[in-house]
């Protein structure tokens, strides 16, 4: 009986530590869509995130024009349905908020913004996000995400910023786009100082992110994952250093855009955006479909050792 009794809760224990993926059949080395109906949906989606204890998943989809940042909490064992979060004041209409990034307390949010002005009821995503965005922070305060507000300098600046990737530390890495003049396009590293200050943001070595788009960096900075348009690389730190970047093989599709890599927090999945564009339409105005994959990580570790 005592034998009986100690199964039990080692088994009650399993299934209490494995992590929950809205009951989806888990992907191996192919590629699928994550969670239909849950996250993709009709509606263009993008960057599913989850904080470190997995109790939460955050996700971005376009609505009436705006980038709204979706979420589900897991409560007693069930995800709950997705709900936006406001992000801005009622008086703004038309926003960006997207590619959030949590904290590992899970009580700071990152993500790209763009400053909430009332911009008219006619602007499009594509207007809307040609405005220089900016890195924005929303904290949970009693279980409910806040209205956000800029990160300020030296972090958000006149020039471009987007794509932020808190690490364990609480330093920001970020997509940085300048002019030539100004260290031009790539990675930028923020240390945090404590208060919600952030050092002097570095450059990340050009030579791993050059012509990069969207980047993950995994908590304790071991590797660095990067978008480029068709599909995806990953570098490894060596004794502190960079290695050159390794291209991810999965099977990239023509015509689609990939983008927003990230991983899950227990390694094991990795997850990415892809859209595609059927319109003449220039920018997010021509964007028709956006989706979201999950797929192995064991693809990706296993280039670590060739």
Request: hydrophobic share 35%.
């Given at each position: 009986m005592q034998l009986i009794?100690?199964?039990?809760?080692?088994?009650?224990?399993?299934?209490?530590?494995?992590?929950?993926y809205f009951n989806q059949i888990l992907p191996n080395n192919t590629p699928i869509l994550f969670a239909p109906d849950v996250v993709n949906t009709k509606n263009i989606e993008l960057n599913v995130v989850f904080n470190a204890s997995h109790?939460?998943?955050?996700?971005?989809?376009?609505?009436?024009?705006?980038?709204?940042i979706h979420h589900s909490e897991l409560i007693n064992g069930i995800w709950a349905p997705t709900?936006?979060?406001?992000?801005?004041?009622?008086?703004?209409?038309?926003?960006?908020?997207?590619?959030?990034?949590?904290?590992?307390?899970?009580?700071?949010?990152?993500?790209?913004?763009?400053?909430?002005?009332n911009y008219s009821n006619d602007v499009n995503p594509a207007a809307l996000y040609r405005i220089p965005p900016d890195v924005y922070m929303s904290k949970k305060v009693h279980g409910k995400w806040q209205i956000a507000s800029k990160v300020e300098a030296p972090v958000s600046t006149?020039?471009?910023?987007?794509?932020?990737?808190?690490?364990?530390?609480?330093?920001?890495?970020?997509?940085?786009?300048?002019?030539?003049?100004?260290?031009?396009?790539?990675?930028r590293r923020a240390q945090y100082l404590g208060s919600g200050k952030f050092d002097i943001p570095v450059d990340v070595s050009p030579a791993v992110v050059k012509n990069t788009g969207s980047t993950y960096i995994n908590?304790?900075?071991?590797?660095?994952?990067?978008?480029?348009?068709?599909?995806?690389?990953?570098?490894?730190?060596?004794?502190?250093?960079?290695?050159?970047?390794?291209?991810?093989?999965?099977?990239?599709?023509?015509?689609?855009?990939?983008?927003?890599?990230?991983?899950s927090p227990d390694e094991k999945y990795f997850f990415f955006s892809r859209r595609y564009y059927g319109s003449d339409k220039k920018g997010w105005a021509g964007v028709t479909k956006g989706e979201v994959y999950w797929v192995s990580a064991a693809t990706i570790f296993n280039l670590k050792s060739e």
């Open positions: 009794f100690i199964f039990i809760i080692v088994c009650q224990s399993c299934t209490t530590n494995t992590p929950s109790s939460e998943m955050f996700f971005s989809r376009i609505v009436n024009g705006s980038f709204v709900q936006p979060i406001q992000m801005y004041p009622d008086s703004i209409s038309i926003s960006v908020a997207c590619d959030p990034t949590i904290t590992q307390d899970g009580n700071t949010m990152y993500f790209l913004g763009v400053d909430p002005k006149e020039h471009v910023e987007s794509y932020p990737i808190v690490v364990a530390d609480g330093s920001l890495y970020y997509l940085s786009i300048r002019s030539r003049n100004a260290h031009g396009r790539g990675i908590p304790n900075e071991e590797y660095l994952i990067s978008s480029y348009g068709k599909g995806f690389r990953v570098s490894f730190k060596n004794n502190n250093k960079w290695q050159a970047p390794i291209n991810i093989k999965l099977p990239y599709e023509d015509g689609w855009v990939y983008y927003c890599p990230y991983m």
